[in-house]
T-cell receptor
Framework: GAVVSQHPSWVICKSGTSVKIECRSLDFQATTMFWYRQFPKQSLMLMATSNEGSKATYEQGVEKDKFLINHASLTLSTLTVTSAHPEDSSFYIC????????????FGPGTRLTVT | DAKTTQPPSMDCAEGRAANLPCNHSTISGNEYVYWYRQIHSQGPQYIIHGLKNNETNEMASLIITEDRKSSTLILPHATLRDTAVYYCIGASGNTGKLIFGQGTTLQVKP
């Protein structure tokens, strides 16, 4: 089956620093990738839709200047949490859609971010 | 995207069928019913999807009522590894956006 990887799997950073999370589709090309955030004991919350070669589309309430998304190739999207604060500590998950006609999304294993 | 309602939790005996219900009374004609599951601290896993007809794959069966206002995911022979949070999502296949609700926590017991 299709595999999506994320790197790093976990990261601890100091408040005020920036953290980059990578999402890669390993055996397929993904025109569209999605970024989610999940707090403990809560459901996934869609943050943004990442389209290759164009600007990401952010969901209401998500700060685009704080969560920078780049989708430079058909197999890689990155999420950068800028000037991280403890309240940004969360589980960040990406997913990739093989193409517009695919009804399946493949999710990465997630990245646990802890901001101290 | 359609709003879905699921029971917060269910138990199932190992080896028995697990039937997970979902209400989606506001689903529109072009929205599919998707089921994903999330095992603790992992990314969600696709299970099955359908529009009108019942569907079956190697993981599960999906039964959609004729009026499309509700559906049931059936795991025919639940195992301990099926313990997870199961999400029912109504979404258009065009946008790809999946809006997750609270899901049902299925506990499979020996």
């Amino acid at each position: 089956g299709a595999v999506v990887s994320q790197h790093p799997s976990w990261v601890i950073c100091k408040s005020g620093t920036s953290v980059k999370i990578e999402c890669r589709s390993l055996d397929f090309q993904a025109t569209t990738m999605f970024w989610y955030r999940q707090f403990p004991k809560q459901s996934l919350m869609l943050m943004a839709t990442s389209n290759e070669g164009s600007k990401a589309t952010y969901e209401q309430g998500v700060e685009k200047d704080k969560f920078l998304i780049n989708h430079a190739s058909l197999t890689l999207s990155t999420l950068t949490v800028t000037s991280a604060h403890p309240e940004d500590s969360s589980f960040y998950i990406c997913s990739a859609q093989p193409d517009r006609s695919s009804y399946e999304q493949y999710f990465g294993p997630g990245t646990r971010l802890t901001v101290t | 995207d359609a709003k879905t309602t699921q029971p917060p939790s269910m138990d199932c005996a190992e080896g028995r069928a697990a039937n997970l219900p979902c209400n989606h009374s506001t689903i529109s004609g072009n929205e599919y019913v998707y089921w994903y599951r999330q095992i603790h601290s992992q990314g969600p896993q696709y299970i099955i999807h359908g529009l009108k007809n019942n569907e079956t794959n190697e993981m599960a069966s999906l039964i959609i009522t004729e009026d499309r206002k509700s559906s049931t995911l059936i795991l025919p022979h639940a195992t301990l590894r099926d313990t997870a949070v199961y999400y029912c999502i109504g979404a258009s296949g065009n946008t790809g956006k999946l809006i997750f609700g609270q899901g049902t926590t299925l506990q499979v017991k020996p």
